[in-house]
């Protein structure tokens, strides 16, 4: 899997470089080549390649069967497999599959399943860590639902968590959308909820690591 910068990471990593370089530069200018500076300087370091690791993109491409097939939006740990009621829109019992992001995952989001853009909306809220389960409903949000070529709705959340403060979701109602395409991004530690028919075939359990175009979450029942 090869690895680039993703877009929404490009503005801020040329600016972080232009703000290091800038202080760094002042700091051997008026201090001299001293301990003080030199920390200073393997300190951005640091910070830099955290950002620019942060913001990689890897090019991934599902090679499994994709009918019926829903995979993790994201890559991180699973936090949650429960029936719940979806009241946003959906109004009916689901199983939720919810993958939580650390600062160290990839942020990048993958559609879960082909299909059609049913409905797109974002939600104003706070920024409770991305783990607890009232961040699914008190955060700030984004929901996205897909109809797949099966008829089944699923429904996709990306939630921000305590450090993220951007959501970003690409596709608009209407659009068709496909695995291996990025459906949006998140900033800096968050979580994704999905929520799938009750009769779909669960594949992870809690603590499960997964990756985003990848792991295969669920299988979807014919009808």
């Known amino acids: 899997m090869r690895v680039k910068i993703h877009r929404e990471g490009l503005n801020i990593i040329l600016i972080l470089l232009f703000i290091l370089l800038v202080f760094n530069g002042l700091a051997f200018l008026f201090i001299g080549y001293t301990v003080i500076p030199i920390i200073f300087a393997a300190i951005s370091g640091i910070l830099f390649l955290f950002v620019v690791n942060f913001f990689r993109s890897p090019r991934r491409h599902f090679t499994g069967n994709k009918e019926n097939t829903v995979i993790s939006s994201v890559d991180g740990t699973v936090v ?111 979580r994704v909820d999905l929520y799938l028919p009750l009769d779909s075939e669960i594949f992870v359990k809690i603590g499960d690591k997964t990756m985003g175009g990848i792991t295969e979450i669920a299988r979807l029942k014919q009808h």
């Open 80 to 190: 949650a497999v429960e029936e719940v009621y979806e009241a946003e829109y959906l109004k009916r019992n689901v199983m939720q599959v919810s993958v939580f992001m650390s600062v160290f995952n990839v942020h990048a989001n993958w559609v879960p399943a082909d299909g059609t853009v049913k409905f797109v909306t974002h939600h104003s809220g706070r920024f409770l860590a991305a783990y607890l389960p009232k961040s699914s409903t008190e955060n700030e949000r984004s929901t996205i639902v897909i109809e797949t070529p099966g008829g089944h709705e699923i429904l996709m959340r990306q939630i921000a968590g305590a450090i993220a403060r951007r959501i970003v979701t690409y596709p608009e109602q209407g659009e068709q959308v496909y695995i291996d395409e990025h459906i949006g991004f998140i900033k800096f530690g968050s």
